[in-house]
């Protein structure tokens, strides 16, 4: 955008400034780089890069403002000269209605009746001109200048050409039509906002005004908006029509509804200069909605942490803030309140607050350090080196890893979840977005697993039905502290399993289905680091996303709920269209205890012998009861056991399983005979048939 020096010098004083050279250094540190410089001297023009957060420097007294606040300067207020006011009042003569009170938050309008067809005085066209803003007309040019010079957008309406005299805003019409000042013909849609008078739309809100009521040499009595427009709707509107203009430019990005008055005001005294007339007695002031000033705190401590800064403090904080025109209030030793001005709708919290501190402090004066580290690699977050070593594991066991989006619908999306979220100590209500990206998935999710067996089914529908996907991130299940955001969040590491699975990839032979003891296995491979299988305790969980006796929760020694593993219901893959078994299981990061001291132990040069004993036992024995009655028989040189097959169905009695398990023997000084080794298995299958009765045959 182009800016004239000569028009900046009525707001701050560029000779103290350091003239056209310091007035440009000042503005690289403030964040808005001259790109450019046309002419010498007072008479510079200036194109400088404003960011689309900064509507407030749209203008020159917002630029004024950034230069004087950098250079440590006072403001210039140039004297006001307010036009003598004669005949019926604005009131009188026109009336302004709001239907959309959110769309509009105020509108106001002022009246000057009998001006004549001159054009605008020297010095306004003069300054329009420098900047490449064509001079049109009085009434257009009034408009343009105060833009220009205080960033509020305004139109100019032929008072005489309006239905009724009036003004609604309201919602544009099904099939309305307007032809803009460009004379383009161009079809409204509902959603589009209008100024309108007693009969049609007469303007686009916020982007450009019709023809049919634009002021001409003829026009007599003018009437002067400038109203506050909502940012979405102007900028939805504009983009679809492909229509941007210097007023769109402004309102789409946020103007200032407390700017109205003055601009009125302004352009009013800048019209009657040029063409005379008198200005109607007093003003309209139709108000929609309130708007809210903006409150907040900056502490001491979250300055110094952003910044790096230990020297800065409160009080050349305050200092900063005022000299930015930001209101000061109520201060104590470690923080400070600030209410926001009405322009600067890019400020909203305490890191916007630090950030303008440290533009007035000098971004070049701020030491590059790095952040600190008790040795060498060491992580600031532990859980972070916890969830590393799950993914790692994970990986090599052949697993992929998966991403997923945060946002769901609690009640749709984990309502079936319910009961896991209890067990791992959710909150019951959930973490809701005021602006989500999708209002059907409003909420931030508590568990990964329905994101993960979205992307399991994604693969599954493409061909790949061999599934092993696992996810580590954040969910947000807590009621937290909102000046502590991360107090929201938990850790989670979930994994999917379906299809066709092999024990290792080194195994040869063919490959099974997976199934339940696959799941579990992987929690328990997780776990290793950090707890022995052996001390895991595992218990029956019914729960709506898992099947009917096909779930566990997963406990350390002394109860803590550590995750969940099980297979998935069939709701649950009905809704995704998977149509074969799928497994999955979650654990709670943070839950996992700190890992066990390792110990060696030499391996044995002597081979080992391999036994398989099968029985039959009651459905309800669980694995855990048999692994209790191994370890209490104490077999000699037993160096593992585990399942190598559950089975029931025809040729098993009803209620009952037929168990194979595989007992590996070795000793770590002679090779084992196999009759030593019988004499144990007998010994075991005594003990199982006299404390669980099984049967054998």
Not at 20 to 30: E, I, N, Q, W
Not at 64 to 77: F, L, N, T, V, Y
Not at 615 to 634: G, I, P
Not at 667 to 685: F, I, K, S
Request: some cysteine; proline content about 6%.
């Amino acid at each position: 955008m182009k800016f004239s020096l000569e028009w900046v010098a009525d707001f701050v004083d560029v000779a103290a400034a350091g003239g056209a050279a310091g007035v440009r250094s000042l503005l690289d540190r403030a964040g808005f780089p001259v790109e450019s410089v046309e002419g010498e001297g007072d008479s510079a023009v200036f194109d400088v890069e404003i960011t689309p957060n900064r509507p407030d420097a749209m203008s020159h007294r917002g630029l004024a403002r950034e230069i004087a606040a950098m250079a440590g300067q006072p403001m210039k207020r140039p004297p006001a000269r307010e036009p003598a006011a004669s005949g019926p009042a604005a009131g009188e003569l026109t009336s302004v209605t709001i239907e959309v009170p959110r769309l509009c938050r105020r509108f106001g309008a002022r009246v000057v009746a009998g001006v004549s067809g001159a054009p605008a005085a020297d010095r306004v066209r003069a300054r329009l001109a420098a900047i490449d803003a064509n001079p049109i007309s009085a009434a257009v040019d009034a408009t343009n200048y105060v833009l220009w010079e205080i960033g509020q957008p305004l139109h100019a309406f032929d008072l005489d050409r309006l239905a009724g005299r009036r003004i609604v805003v309201r919602k544009a019409r099904r099939g309305e039509k307007l032809v803009t000042l460009d004379g383009v013909e161009r079809a409204l849609e509902p959603s589009d906002i209008v100024v309108a008078d007693a009969e049609r739309a007469v303007s686009l809100a916020g982007i450009m005004g019709g023809l049919d009521t634009a002021v001409t040499a003829a026009t007599k009595n003018v009437l002067l908006e400038a109203a506050w427009w909502d940012p979405p709707s102007i900028r939805r509107t504009s983009r679809r029509l492909g229509l941007h203009t210097d007023a769109s430019h402004r309102f789409e990005r946020g103007a200032d509804p407390e700017a109205i008055p003055e601009a009125l005001e302004r352009a009013a005294e800048i019209l009657t200069e040029s063409a005379g007339g008198a200005l109607a007695p007093g003003w309209i002031d139709a108000r929609g909605a309130a708007w809210r000033i903006r409150k907040v705190a900056l502490r001491l401590s979250r300055l110094r942490l952003v910044s790096g800064v230990e020297s800065l403090d409160l009080d050349f904080a305050a200092g900063a803030l005022a000299r930015l025109e930001f209101a000061v209030g109520r201060r104590s030793r470690h923080r400070v309140a600030v209410s926001v001005p009405s322009w600067r709708p890019d400020v909203s919290q305490e890191d916007d607050l630090v950030e303008e501190v440290l533009r007035i402090y000098g971004y070049d004066r701020i030491p590059s350090s790095l952040p600190p580290a008790r040795r060498a690699g060491s992580h600031l977050e532990p859980l972070r080196v916890v969830e590393e070593r799950l993914s790692d594991a994970a990986v090599a066991a052949g697993f992929y890893e998966n991403m997923s989006a945060p946002f769901v619908d609690r009640r749709t999306d984990e309502g079936p979840y319910r009961a896991w979220l209890e067990a791992a100590g959710s909150s019951g209500k959930p973490l809701a977005l005021a602006n989500p990206l999708d209002a059907a998935r409003r909420d931030l999710r508590a568990t990964l697993l329905p994101g993960l067996l979205d992307a399991a089914a994604r693969n599954v529908r493409h061909g790949q039905r061999d599934v092993a996907l696992f996810e580590a991130g954040r969910v947000f299940d807590r009621a937290g502290d909102p000046e502590e955001p991360a107090s929201f969040e938990s850790r989670r590491f979930a994994f999917a399993l379906a299809g066709e699975v092999r024990a290792h990839w080194s195994a040869s032979g063919s490959r099974g289905q997976a199934d339940f003891f696959d799941a579990k296995g992987t929690a328990e491979r997780l776990l290793a680091p950090w707890i022995d299988p052996a001390e895991l305790v595992w218990k029956p969980f019914s729960c709506e996303a898992f099947g009917t006796g096909a779930a566990a929760l997963v406990q350390s020694a002394v109860g803590e709920t550590l995750g969940v593993v099980g297979l998935v219901s069939r709701a649950e893959r009905e809704k995704r269209k998977l149509d074969e078994d799928i497994f999955a299981g979650e654990l709670r990061v943070e839950a996992i205890p700190a890992a066990r001291a390792a110990r060696f132990e030499g391996y044995s040069a002597f081979p080992p012998i391999a036994a398989d004993l099968s029985f039959a036992q009651e459905r309800k024995t669980s694995w855990e009861e048999v692994e209790r009655v191994v370890a209490a028989v104490k077999l000699a040189d037993l160096e593992s056991v585990r399942v190598v097959d559950r089975y029931e169905g025809p040729g098993v009695p009803q209620g009952q399983v037929k168990t194979t398990i595989r007992l590996v023997f070795r000793a770590p000084d002679r090779t084992l005979e196999q009759d030593a080794v019988n004499r144990e298995v007998r010994r075991l299958g005594d003990e199982l048939k006299s404390r669980l009765g099984v049967t054998f045959g």
